[in-house]
């Protein structure tokens, strides 16, 4: 017969064995839900024309040098293509944002929007062709605009 301490020592091994299998599980099937969701979320703007053709209602990532940012919650800029990681080259196309107190700010803060910053948008393309973004990356000092 074996001892009551190493039947218990077995099936606490056990019950660690399958907690660990089940994080892993649910681990791995948060991941892929991730990649799916951001895989199947359409997206536009990485360039001119993606933005002039794109869909009212649309999500749009849109990098832009601000030339203007007003205290009503509308940021005027131009739009910049990516060239490589860290450098974007200045386009001839103009672009509205608008943003509010829900609009989250990624490395940054607000007053970090202002002339001459470099910021990356997230939002929804408007019938008008601006974006009403819901999330601001301030890019400023990170790459360069040229």
Known sequence: MTSNGSRNAGFLTWKLAVLI?????AIGFAFWRATHLAG???VAAA???????AKPEEKAKIVIEVE???QQGTIHGKLLQKKTEEIYTRTDTT???QWNSDTKIIMGKRDDVHKSAVIHV???VRADHSVAAEQIVILTGYIKAQ
């Open 21 to 25: 299998f089940l994080v892993s599980f």
């Open 40 to 42: 199947s979320m359409s």
């Open 68 to 70: 203007e940012a007003d």
């Open 122 to 124: 997230t939002g929804t």
């Open 95 to 97: 672009v509205s944002v």
């Open 47 to 53: 360039s001119a024309k993606d933005l002039q053709q």
